[in-house]
């Protein structure tokens, strides 16, 4: 490369290094701004759905005036427009994805990052850049396909689409839930003998993986078959679970996936969700009108009885109401995770040493 005159290699180095840093920024603020639950709807680009063919066909354009073009006055030009122009399309497009979508969303943009550093890498000559931006962005987007894969989704789905435009006129959901408390579980959980634990979000949000520890080692202490049941995108991120619960020291044997466990949901006791919704959504079998129709779930309701520990009936992450909450065998345990965690342990404690 001349001074003051880059060659083609690193003007491509140059224009990729600014488009796909300019989406992952926008696109990260978009994504924290929803998973924070800052915004749900609003904030929406005029047009959001006619954009991004425009703005695609813009940045085309940067791209051919940088490369055609010896003028600096060009070149700089061309790179400012495309940093402009993919901003704006890394916010309508992350924007639009749906909420349960965004633990995807976040590993693309996280995969954004690398191949953006990547670039920044060739661009100043810089093996160390262009190796870690590699590395980053390559392991991003296997993780993108592994979570992909477990929602039963492609990847263009998710990023172009929204679980909102995936069914047809979903099942009314219909109902009464049935409360329970905190001494009734506890007296269920000590005269089971298979006990099946859902973590989900809620736990981690709640740090209730220690008193769940305590409780789990109370009832194995007693003979009791307890197990863990993890979905792969349960939380925020793959492994998150599985983190959290090796945390609290809670025999990794005992943590099995989805596909281990979900055959023996039939022969259980007691299931008992911990702050999770989506991953537990009946209506992804029983409803092949529901936007997550397909996606594999923990189908904790097949149990003789199903406790669900949540704060409220509210919807989770995608949006939809859950079936779960209203079935015959399912009991709703309200309140904080960890403080209802805590109280469970110390009952059910008390009725197996009765």
């Given at each position: ?59 085309a354009a940067a791209f051919a005036a940088l490369m055609g073009s010896a003028s ?283």
């Amino acid at each position: 490369m001349a001074s003051g005159n880059p060659d083609g290699l690193h003007k491509v180095a140059c224009f990729l290094g600014s488009a796909i840093g300019a989406i992952t920024v926008t696109g990260s603020m978009a994504a924290y701004l929803k998973l924070a639950g800052l915004i749900k709807s609003g904030y929406d680009l005029p047009m959001k759905n006619q954009l991004n063919r425009p703005l695609m066909a813009g940045n085309a354009a940067a791209f051919a005036a940088l490369m055609g073009s010896a003028s600096h006055g060009v070149g700089l030009s061309a790179v400012c427009g495309t940093a402009v122009l993919t901003a704006l399309l890394g916010w309508n497009i992350t924007n639009s994805i749906g909420s349960a979508d965004m633990p995807v969303a976040i590993t693309v943009l996280n995969s954004y990052s690398g191949w953006a550093l990547c670039a920044e890498g060739f661009m100043l000559n810089n093996p160390m850049l262009t190796i870690v931006g590699s590395l980053i962005g390559s392991s991003g987007a296997i993780l993108s396909y592994i979570m992909c894969k477990a929602m039963n989704r492609s990847l263009g789905n998710v990023i172009f689409g929204s679980y909102a435009e995936l069914g047809g006129q979903q099942a009314k959901v219909e109902g009464t839930h049935t409360e329970s408390s905190a001494t009734e579980v506890s007296e269920m959980l000590a005269q089971s003998k298979e006990v099946i634990i859902v973590p989900g979000y809620g736990l981690a949000v709640a740090q209730a993986q220690y008193p769940l520890s305590q409780l789990v080692q109370t009832m194995r202490d007693s003979n009791i078959n307890v197990r863990f049941g993890i979905h792969p995108v349960a939380g925020r991120m793959p492994g998150q679970l599985n983190v959290l619960l090796a945390e609290a020291n809670i025999p990794y044997d005992i943590v099995l996936e989805l596909e281990e466990i979900n055959d023996d949901m039939s022969e259980t006791d007691v299931t008992l969700v911990i702050g999770a919704n989506d991953i537990v959504n009946s209506s992804a079998v029983e409803d092949p009108n529901s936007p997550i129709a397909g996606m594999p779930v923990l189908e904790v309701w097949k149990a003789a009885t199903c406790v669900v520990m949540k704060r409220s009936l509210a919807a989770g992450y995608a949006d939809l109401e859950n079936p779960l909450f209203f079935k015959k065998n399912t009991l709703m345990l309200f309140g904080n995770a960890k403080n209802t965690v805590e109280e469970l342990a110390t009952l059910t404690k008390q009725h197996l040493e009765d």
